[in-house]
Protein backbone atom coordinates (compact mmCIF):
# COMPACT_ATOMS: atom_id res chain seq x y z
CA UNK A 1 0.00 0.00 0.00
CA UNK A 2 3.04 2.47 0.54
CA UNK A 3 3.53 5.09 2.94
CA UNK A 4 0.33 6.28 4.90
CA UNK A 5 1.45 9.82 5.21
CA UNK A 6 4.31 11.37 2.71
CA UNK A 7 5.55 15.36 2.72
CA UNK A 8 6.04 18.00 0.14
CA UNK A 9 8.63 20.70 0.42
CA UNK A 10 7.62 24.03 -1.06
CA UNK A 11 8.58 27.66 -0.73
CA UNK A 12 6.07 29.94 1.30
CA UNK A 13 3.97 31.07 -1.18
CA UNK A 14 3.74 27.93 -3.04
CA UNK A 15 2.66 26.10 0.07
CA UNK A 16 0.00 28.86 0.20
CA UNK A 17 -1.02 28.42 -3.16
CA UNK A 18 -1.54 24.66 -2.70
CA UNK A 19 -3.49 24.84 0.20
CA UNK A 20 -5.53 27.36 -0.93
CA UNK A 21 -6.42 25.70 -4.38
CA UNK A 22 -6.07 22.19 -3.20
CA UNK A 23 -3.87 21.44 -5.79
CA UNK A 24 -0.79 18.46 -5.93
CA UNK A 25 1.81 19.89 -7.33
CA UNK A 26 3.92 18.16 -10.36
CA UNK A 27 6.84 18.71 -12.27
CA UNK A 28 8.16 17.57 -15.66
CA UNK A 29 10.42 15.56 -15.82
CA UNK A 30 12.88 17.24 -18.00
CA UNK A 31 12.77 20.00 -14.98
CA UNK A 32 13.70 18.52 -12.18
CA UNK A 33 16.09 19.70 -9.78
CA UNK A 34 18.99 16.83 -10.84
CA UNK A 35 19.83 17.27 -14.29
CA UNK A 36 20.24 13.41 -14.56
CA UNK A 37 17.05 12.51 -13.10
CA UNK A 38 14.77 10.27 -15.33
CA UNK A 39 17.77 10.51 -18.19
CA UNK A 40 18.83 7.87 -20.46
CA UNK A 41 22.23 8.52 -19.80
CA UNK A 42 21.18 6.04 -16.94
CA UNK A 43 21.35 3.20 -19.11
CA UNK A 44 24.17 2.24 -20.93
CA UNK A 45 22.84 1.58 -24.90
CA UNK A 46 26.31 1.10 -26.50
CA UNK A 47 26.83 -2.53 -26.29
CA UNK A 48 24.35 -3.26 -29.43
CA UNK A 49 24.49 -7.31 -30.10
CA UNK A 50 24.67 -7.90 -34.28
CA UNK A 51 21.40 -9.95 -33.52
CA UNK A 52 19.74 -6.72 -32.90
CA UNK A 53 21.36 -4.79 -35.83
CA UNK A 54 18.53 -6.32 -38.31
CA UNK A 55 20.24 -4.58 -41.47
CA UNK A 56 21.01 -1.73 -39.57
CA UNK A 57 24.56 0.23 -37.70
CA UNK A 58 25.04 -0.60 -34.24
CA UNK A 59 24.89 3.14 -33.86
CA UNK A 60 21.35 3.46 -35.42
CA UNK A 61 19.60 1.13 -33.13
CA UNK A 62 21.88 2.19 -30.14
CA UNK A 63 20.11 5.90 -30.38
CA UNK A 64 16.68 4.76 -31.70
CA UNK A 65 16.57 3.01 -28.38
CA UNK A 66 17.76 5.98 -26.55
CA UNK A 67 15.60 7.72 -28.04
CA UNK A 68 12.72 5.74 -26.72
CA UNK A 69 14.01 6.56 -23.15
CA UNK A 70 13.91 10.45 -24.27
CA UNK A 71 10.48 10.66 -25.33
CA UNK A 72 9.62 8.73 -21.96
CA UNK A 73 11.47 11.18 -20.25
CA UNK A 74 9.41 14.66 -21.90
CA UNK A 75 6.04 12.73 -21.36
CA UNK A 76 6.62 12.37 -17.48
CA UNK A 77 4.57 14.26 -14.92
CA UNK A 78 6.31 14.32 -11.20
CA UNK A 79 5.25 14.89 -8.17
CA UNK A 80 8.17 14.65 -5.48
CA UNK A 81 7.04 13.65 -1.99
CA UNK A 82 9.13 12.81 1.17
CA UNK A 83 8.89 10.53 4.07
CA UNK A 84 10.25 12.80 6.16
CA UNK A 85 9.51 16.63 7.15
CA UNK A 86 12.44 17.48 9.36
CA UNK A 87 15.20 17.54 7.09
CA UNK A 88 17.59 20.67 7.16
CA UNK A 89 18.88 20.08 3.92
CA UNK A 90 15.66 19.41 2.52
CA UNK A 91 14.35 22.56 4.01
CA UNK A 92 17.52 24.79 2.85
CA UNK A 93 17.30 23.84 -1.24
CA UNK A 94 13.80 23.67 -1.31
CA UNK A 95 12.34 25.79 1.05
CA UNK A 96 15.34 28.37 1.95
CA UNK A 97 14.75 27.91 5.29
CA UNK A 98 11.65 29.93 4.99
CA UNK A 99 8.96 27.57 3.31
CA UNK A 100 6.41 24.74 4.02
CA UNK A 101 6.24 21.22 4.51
CA UNK A 102 2.93 19.57 3.74
CA UNK A 103 1.81 16.17 5.18
CA UNK A 104 -0.39 14.67 2.99
CA UNK A 105 -2.61 11.80 3.82
CA UNK A 106 -1.51 8.94 0.98
CA UNK A 107 -4.90 7.04 1.43
CA UNK A 108 -7.23 10.09 0.27
CA UNK A 109 -4.07 11.17 -2.47
CA UNK A 110 -4.46 7.62 -4.15
CA UNK A 111 -8.04 7.65 -3.80
CA UNK A 112 -8.00 10.91 -5.67
CA UNK A 113 -5.41 9.45 -8.56
CA UNK A 114 -7.28 6.91 -9.72
CA UNK A 115 -10.68 8.24 -10.71
CA UNK A 116 -13.05 7.37 -13.77
CA UNK A 117 -13.50 10.11 -16.83
CA UNK A 118 -16.83 8.74 -18.41
CA UNK A 119 -15.33 4.89 -19.35
CA UNK A 120 -11.53 6.17 -18.66
CA UNK A 121 -9.84 5.24 -16.02
CA UNK A 122 -7.13 8.14 -15.31
CA UNK A 123 -4.40 6.72 -12.72
CA UNK A 124 -1.51 8.03 -11.42
CA UNK A 125 1.57 5.50 -10.68
CA UNK A 126 3.87 5.52 -7.30
CA UNK A 127 7.05 4.31 -6.76
CA UNK A 128 10.13 4.22 -4.13
CA UNK A 129 13.24 6.48 -5.59
CA UNK A 130 16.30 3.53 -5.27
CA UNK A 131 19.43 5.63 -4.79
CA UNK A 132 22.48 3.96 -6.69
CA UNK A 133 25.90 4.92 -8.33
CA UNK A 134 25.15 5.94 -11.63
CA UNK A 135 28.22 5.75 -13.09
CA UNK A 136 27.65 1.68 -13.14
CA UNK A 137 25.21 1.85 -15.45
CA UNK A 138 22.79 -1.68 -16.49
CA UNK A 139 23.37 -2.76 -20.22
CA UNK A 140 20.28 -2.47 -21.88
CA UNK A 141 21.41 -5.55 -24.10
CA UNK A 142 22.66 -7.95 -21.82
CA UNK A 143 20.78 -6.79 -18.50
CA UNK A 144 17.11 -8.40 -17.37
CA UNK A 145 15.63 -5.16 -16.01
CA UNK A 146 12.84 -3.42 -15.81
CA UNK A 147 14.54 -0.41 -17.83
CA UNK A 148 11.15 1.75 -17.63
CA UNK A 149 10.78 1.36 -14.13
CA UNK A 150 14.80 2.27 -13.14
CA UNK A 151 14.51 5.35 -15.85
CA UNK A 152 11.75 6.64 -13.83
CA UNK A 153 12.90 5.76 -9.74
CA UNK A 154 16.88 6.12 -10.21
CA UNK A 155 18.84 8.55 -8.72
CA UNK A 156 22.54 8.84 -7.43
CA UNK A 157 23.45 8.03 -3.66
CA UNK A 158 24.24 11.70 -3.18
CA UNK A 159 20.04 12.20 -2.65
CA UNK A 160 19.61 9.73 -0.53
CA UNK A 161 19.24 11.96 2.38
CA UNK A 162 15.71 12.94 0.66
CA UNK A 163 14.21 9.66 1.17
CA UNK A 164 11.61 10.65 -1.68
CA UNK A 165 8.79 8.71 -3.20
CA UNK A 166 7.23 10.02 -6.38
CA UNK A 167 3.94 10.12 -8.41
CA UNK A 168 4.17 9.99 -12.07
CA UNK A 169 1.99 10.42 -15.03
CA UNK A 170 2.42 9.88 -18.02
CA UNK A 171 1.22 12.29 -20.96
CA UNK A 172 -1.61 13.74 -18.80
CA UNK A 173 -5.05 14.31 -20.01
CA UNK A 174 -5.69 17.91 -20.04
CA UNK A 175 -9.15 17.09 -17.83
CA UNK A 176 -7.50 15.70 -15.42
CA UNK A 177 -4.21 18.08 -15.14
CA UNK A 178 -4.14 22.39 -14.93
CA UNK A 179 -2.17 24.10 -16.83
CA UNK A 180 -0.32 22.16 -18.86
CA UNK A 181 2.16 23.93 -21.44
CA UNK A 182 -0.55 23.49 -24.03
CA UNK A 183 -3.43 25.39 -21.86
CA UNK A 184 -1.49 28.35 -21.35
CA UNK A 185 -3.87 31.08 -22.54
CA UNK A 186 -0.64 33.44 -22.74
CA UNK A 187 0.54 33.52 -26.28
CA UNK A 188 4.26 34.32 -25.11
CA UNK A 189 7.36 31.68 -25.38
CA UNK A 190 6.54 29.13 -22.49
CA UNK A 191 9.30 29.15 -19.86
CA UNK A 192 9.69 25.17 -18.91
CA UNK A 193 11.03 25.97 -15.10
CA UNK A 194 7.86 27.55 -14.31
CA UNK A 195 5.79 25.18 -16.25
CA UNK A 196 3.52 22.75 -13.54
CA UNK A 197 0.90 20.50 -13.78
CA UNK A 198 -1.97 20.40 -10.78
CA UNK A 199 -4.94 17.63 -10.55
CA UNK A 200 -7.14 19.31 -7.21
CA UNK A 201 -7.45 17.48 -4.41
CA UNK A 202 -10.39 19.42 -3.02
CA UNK A 203 -13.00 18.01 -5.32
CA UNK A 204 -13.12 14.65 -4.11
CA UNK A 205 -10.80 14.13 -1.34
CA UNK A 206 -11.81 15.33 2.19
CA UNK A 207 -9.02 16.97 3.75
CA UNK A 208 -6.15 15.17 2.40
CA UNK A 209 -3.71 17.72 4.42
CA UNK A 210 -1.73 17.29 7.42
CA UNK A 211 0.06 19.15 10.24
CA UNK A 212 3.26 18.02 11.81
CA UNK A 213 4.78 19.82 14.46
CA UNK A 214 8.78 19.03 15.29
Not at 4 to 30: E, I, R, S
Amino acid sequence: MGEAKLYKYLDFNGGVMMLHYGNLQFTNATQLNDPFDCHPSLIDFSNVPKEACGGWTPKIIEELRRDSFRRTREKAWICSLSKIYDSILMWSYYSKHKGICIGLDMEKVRKYLSRMYGNVMIGCSEVEVQYKDIVEKPDYFRDAKDFFHYQISTKAKAWEHEQEVRLFILEPWPAYMKLLPWQNDDKGPIDWKEVRAFPKLEESVSNPFIWEST
